[in-house]
DNA sequence: ACAGGCGGAGAAACCGGTTCCCCGTATCAT
DNA sequence: ATGATACGGGGAACCGGTTTCTCCGCCTGT
């Protein structure tokens, strides 16, 4: 009912080329050795006729859709993005569409991701939000599954990882290294899993080295949530700055050039993610990220062998990428440090090129 | 076959009320009144059984996938990002999906569409490459279409468009009011139509004000096309800068600061698109953009009536979004014009090999 | 020459829903 | 009480493919 003005069904075609249905799809789908002249007869009709088959019919009988969905918190933030773009090349590639689908609060995300399950063969789940029991649930709901940016306990299924706490470590380090012993971390939602174990990493880190303050002021994951909070955290006095992300980091910056702040003359400023737009951020931010390692193509690698796999399947992997330091211009001595050892004089005076 | 671990059918439902599987489907869509009774008793074993439809089976019984293709040349891109966001976000209120497809090439743009309409209601092209004439003929073929920025010849199809030559006019009013006489555009990709369509109002505005020099370099659509340009934009020894978008334009300001140009007193540069990033940039990006009226959800709103529509449906319709000026740091006075009141002498001196 | 084997193609079942058609029953009016 | 009517729900067709099963005809081997 209500087909629209689709082409012909493969019915139309059996009919012109004088053979039954099952003829057609056999042809057309490269089956047995088919009598040559009638194959030639078939494809000579279903190419007059301009025959398209119909996937919906033929994923409703091979049960199979073709297409995975990408649940994902934010679609205007560049790092999902860029999962977006990743995953849909190599799904494409493997003949699979992605369906995307914005989970724009923690408590939508189950029933998205279960909505978007019912007509795709997999999900990819971006759920840096939901807490670890309901996605358990969650996760054999809608099986087969990767997750993304987490880790999990449950090792029956996929994930990729990202070591956000080497990643942050290594932002640390290089700010301790050049001579930042108070820092400022600007926090991610609350709620979110990247977030958390940052935080978590910098608790330990700040144990670990008594000589460090580190402290914590309210962000968000956005580049407004950055530019709101430019003005607290010159007031805290910190040196270095480790953003919750670059789109974070990215507001702080303009911001602070408004404030004619001079980075990294004032202030070290750091994100998370490595996006492309680090790289042309005014100074260039320097981040942690993975730049040919793609989540998304990842994501997908861990993904098709549990597609192709007829019956329960083989081993479920895992991945963890270990992101890589960037540096930009962003960072630089600490103030205080400047006057000793290594950098030169001059400390913040009032700088006059602020930009 | 190959039934995924994906729950119970409708017949197992009807099987566990004891009904048909007719009245189960009835009570599960709300049809006419069903014995209360009864309709208790479906629903109850429906939500013991966590009954979901397969979305598929039903599709393919109602000829309705609830699904609709976008068309994006590149998904890298934040203008078709915001689109891709602002279009997901309306259909999904309606109950549609988003599939989404790369066209990375104009040659793959048409075959690409094909492909996406096959498997949903209706496709959202956003193919700024494809010439008139082979877009004319994939229009009717995908039909149900909405067409994004560009303008058709065909009163047939439904499109937003945007006028790019008010937004291009507005930038060089601005420039112009500041002194600028000598403007350089940094082209967008050859084949693209608002490339195409923001040069042909550059000429006619170059023509019919002869005080203005306005020339154009290749540039492309990227940050890096932007950052790549720079040298080129200042060896051209023009004052006012046109980006082809705000990538571009975020790509050259990078660099520039990179050669400690000043922005915008050596410089004036501005973008195209108004996306959110150009607030961001440093120093603020002028450029031209809409930001409340989105153009994902105006596709939707002209798409909805189509996708409804029983029989052949009424009236497409067109809309024509006008950008406005958005003012930002990036553009000022122009050097020669410092000096003296409004706009003084001084034409195209000694130019420095423009090139 | 006849039986067995094999390959090719049609018939039909199936996927899981929706919906038309029709029948049986309950209700209402006469 | 009986006929007309409304309505609820079951049976079955249908959407358009794929795939199994079956049958037919021809080839081959003895």
């Known amino acids: 009912m209500a087909r629209s003005n689709v082409g012909p069904t493969i019915t139309e075609v059996a009919k012109a080329a004088g ?3 099952a003829t057609v799809s056999r042809v057309l789908n490269g089956r047995t050795t088919v009598d040559p002249a009638i194959g030639a007869r078939v494809r000579a009709q279903a190419e007059r006729l301009q025959y398209r088959p119909n996937l919906t019919a033929r994923y409703l009988s091979t049960g199979r859709t073709m297409t995975v969905s990408l649940v994902i918190p934010d679609l205007g933030n560049p790092m999902f993005q860029s999962v977006l773009r990743s995953l849909t ?4 590639s ?3 569409g992605v369906l995307v689908a914005e989970a724009q609060s923690a408590e939508k995300e ?3 991701a279960q909505d978007a399950r019912r007509q795709c063969d997999a999900v990819v789940l971006v759920a840096p939000r939901t807490v670890d029991a309901e996605l358990d ?3 054999t709901q809608v099986a087969p599954v990767v997750v993304l940016n987490r880790r999990l306990k449950d090792p029956h299924v996929a994930s990729v990882g990202i070591d956000y706490g080497a990643g942050v470590t290594q ?4 700010l301790t290294a050049l001579g930042h012993r108070d820092l400022l971390y600007v926090a991610g939602p609350e709620r979110s899993a990247a977030h958390q ?3 978590a990493t910098l608790n330990s880190i700040a144990a670990s080295r008594p000589e460090l303050s580190v402290r914590t002021i309210p962000g ?3 580049m407004a949530a950055g530019h709101d909070v430019a003005e607290e955290v010159l007031a805290s006095g910190a040196t270095g700055v480790l953003a919750f992300n670059d789109l974070v980091a990215f507001g702080l910056l303009a911001r602070l050039h408004g404030l004619s702040v001079d980075v990294p003359g004032d202030l070290s400023v750091t994100g998370f993610d490595g996006i492309e737009l680090s790289r042309f951020a005014v100074p260039a931010l320097t981040t942690v990220g993975q730049e040919v390692l793609d989540t998304g193509a990842v994501a997908w690698s861990l993904l098709e062998p549990q597609l192709a796999a007829t019956g329960k399947a083989g081993p479920v992997e895992h991945a963890l990428l270990t992101p890589r330091l960037i540096v930009g211009d962003s960072t630089g001595p600490a103030p205080a440090a400047r006057a000793s050892a290594h950098a030169p004089a001059a400390d913040a005076a009032p700088d006059p090129a602020a930009r």
Request: glycine letters at 8%; charged letters at 25%.
């Open 89 to 92: 090349r190599a799904a494409e």
């Open 197 to 199: 174990e940052r935080l």
């Open 220 to 222: 968000g994951a956005s």
């Open 19 to 21: 053979v039954s249905r």
């Open 137 to 139: 649930a969650l996760i």
């Open 110 to 112: 189950a029933r998205i």
């Open 94 to 96: 493997a003949g699979y």
């Open 171 to 174: 932002l640390v380090d290089h």
